[in-house]
């Protein structure tokens, strides 16, 4: 219900976001994650993992550990928008090397951390 508000607020322009959350039990498979969206894995009130499509241009399926016992973990906290905010940052270290942050949905480009020319989003 709220992703439906979200996205209706946003289409009036209303809020601004990059990602939208949606919460599972499951690992997602590659092709169930789209553009725009984290999947939230929390099974039995465990949180998991976070995996979303880098937002740099380059598709790769990023998939966060948000186990506190295993190094790196990050953790996501969603607003009641479901727009999550990340922490820390995800740097990749494919090709692609985006480096950002998650705030409230929105990807926070570090500092040389946005590829040119591959199509990445403010």
């Known amino acids: 219900m709220m992703r439906h508000l979200a996205g209706l607020l946003r289409a009036l322009g209303l809020v601004r976001y990059d990602l939208i ?11 169930s994650v789209r553009d725009g969206e984290l999947v939230f894995v929390v099974d039995g009130g465990v949180e998991k993992w ?4 880098c937002p740099g241009g380059c598709g790769a ?3 966060l550990s948000l186990n506190p016992r295993r ?4 953790s996501v906290a969603l607003d009641w928008l479901h727009r999550p905010t990340v ?11 985006c480096h950002f942050h998650v ?3 929105r990807v926070d480009w570090c500092e040389g951390g946005r590829p040119l020319g591959r199509g990445a989003r403010t």
């Open 87 to 97: 922490r820390p940052s995800v740097h990749q270290t494919n090709d692609c090397a």
């Open 21 to 31: 959350a949606r919460r599972t039990s499951r690992y997602p498979d590659d092709a």
């Open 71 to 74: 190094r790196p973990r990050w």
């Open 103 to 105: 705030n409230g949905g």
């Open 50 to 53: 976070a995996c979303f499509r």
């Open 61 to 63: 399926l990023i998939p």
